[in-house]
Nanobody
Framework: QLQLAESGGGFVQSGGSLRLSCVSSGFTLDGIAITWFRQAPGKEREAVSCISGDGEVRYADSVEGRATVSRDNIKRNTIYLQMISLTPEDTGVYYC???????????????????WGQGTQVSVSS
């Protein structure tokens, strides 16, 4: 069974950057699309970025130009989310999720995913 675990969160000042990791166990992430979500306190979980099994990437408007999602083609079980120019609005718990090989049309819908990590907290101070 595929399991996911996020890491790399922490406290950062506004304008700073972070690199989050999503690491799988049980299987490599070859050919599997991974989507990053985040959830701020009191808000719904929102999609941030998706990378498909063949490398297609998608970004939410809120992070376009500030986020880069990528695969580690050596480790094969790790997906990264690099974010720069962080603002307090980027604060939240960041999750990675998987379901199939593609960033489908509804990639931003949480109900399209059946495998989730436990999340990693990102806190951006002003």
């Amino acid at each position: 069974q595929l399991q996911l675990a996020e890491s790399g969160g922490g406290f950062v000042q506004s304008g700073g950057s972070l690199r989050l990791s999503c690491v799988s166990s049980g299987f490599t992430l070859d050919g599997i699309a991974i989507t990053w979500f985040r959830q701020a306190p009191g808000k719904e979980r929102e999609a941030v970025s998706c990378i498909s099994g063949d490398g297609e990437v998608r970004y939410a408007d809120s992070v376009e130009g500030r986020a880069t999602v990528s695969r580690d083609n050596i480790k094969r079980n790790t997906i990264y989310l690099q974010m720069i120019s962080l603002t307090p609005e980027d604060t939240g718990v960041y999750y990675c999720a998987a379901n199939g090989p593609y960033c489908r049309m509804g990639w931003f819908r949480t109900y399209n995913y059946d495998t989730w990590g436990q999340g990693t907290q990102v806190s951006v101070s002003s």
